[in-house]
């Protein structure tokens, strides 16, 4: 860095309005953790804080929780800084993501604003060269999470915190607020996977193009006891049940399928080693029928009694 220092600065001059021009977490909650603020509170910042000389005092380029920390517990105590003056938009931003790295991985939406900070600092042309040598994935695997920070604030934490898969918060963006709210609700109250919610998504998706209602009404009209409020203790067994209900109602011909299927299967008789199973979803008439072997000798001796059936 060019004409870099470290100096001590009043806290007060490090509060300007556009504090968290450059900061990843700019699209969350700008509370700082506990475990962050008892950690100032204890030992004071053990990581300056980087800024860089603004024409009315000081810009914060990275630290802005650890700040925030120092506000949280009333502290006036002027802030060692570390202040620096960029040689290149290239090496400062380098330099935001590995502040960053070296706090924990960029979460999606993090990286969403990192990369939103790329497009905004340098031509367009150079964005995906810079993309790449920072080493945070593929331009266009990373470039397709942009819409994430269109979200609300509670599912941008959500997805920060990994509740909520990114992949589900992509398709959230293209549904009204109400509802990405309301399923990302749902999903923090029965603890769904990240496939799970995908697949919650994608199944109620289809029942209100069938049905022509909305998820709010779906849900209180079809699916009531599922609601957040109505959740019982036992949530994974309310997830399970969930799943299953939206499942049948999204594929009433292959839940028919599979309850047909467990019926002729439990009147066959299968031995204990023996498993029955058929394909995805039914989209073949195909089964498949498993047999287990104590050993090799086992099964050579039954194969010797059905493999002129098998012919």
């Known amino acids: 860095m060019k004409n870099e220092s470290f100096q001590t600065i009043a806290l007060k001059t490090l509060l300007d309005a556009d504090g968290d021009r450059f900061s990843l977490h700019r699209d969350l909650d700008s509370t700082p953790s506990p475990e962050l603020v008892n950690s100032v509170k204890r030992h004071g910042l053990l990581h300056p804080p980087i800024v860089m000389k603004a024409a009315d005092g000081y810009q914060v380029v990275c630290g802005r929780y650890r700040i925030q920390a120092l506000l949280t517990i009333k502290s006036h105590q002027d802030v060692l800084c570390r202040v620096i003056e960029p040689a290149d938009k290239e090496t400062f931003l380098s330099l935001i993501l590995e502040d960053q790295r070296l706090c924990g991985p960029l979460s999606a939406i993090m990286t969403a604003r990192f990369v939103k900070l790329v497009d905004r600092l340098v031509p367009e042309s150079a964005g995906d060269d810079i993309i790449k040598q920072c080493n945070i994935g593929p331009c266009g695997q990373v470039r397709r999470l942009l819409p994430l920070l269109t ?161």
């Open 151 to 311: 979200l609300e604030e509670s599912i941008r934490q959500a997805i920060h915190h990994g509740s909520v898969s990114d992949r589900t918060g992509l398709v959230l963006c293209s549904m009204t607020p109400e509802d990405r709210i309301f399923f990302c609700d749902l999903f923090m109250a029965l603890g769904l996977n990240k496939n799970k919610q995908k697949q919650l998504v994608d199944m109620c998706r289809v029942l209100t193009v069938h049905t022509g209602k909305s998820i709010k009404d779906l849900f209180h009209e079809d699916f009531s006891e599922f609601l957040p409020k109505n959740l019982p203790a036992n949530t994974p067994q309310a997830a399970a049940r969930l799943m299953r209900a939206v499942h049948e109602a999204s594929h009433p011909l292959s839940s028919e399928a599979e309850k047909h299927f467990h019926e002729q299967k439990k009147g066959l008789g299968l031995p204990a080693n023996c498993s029955l199973s058929h394909s995805p979803a039914f989209e073949k008439d195909q089964v498949t029928l498993s047999i287990d072997f104590i050993n090799i000798a086992e099964m050579n001796r039954v194969w010797k009694v059905i493999r002129h059936h098998l012919e």
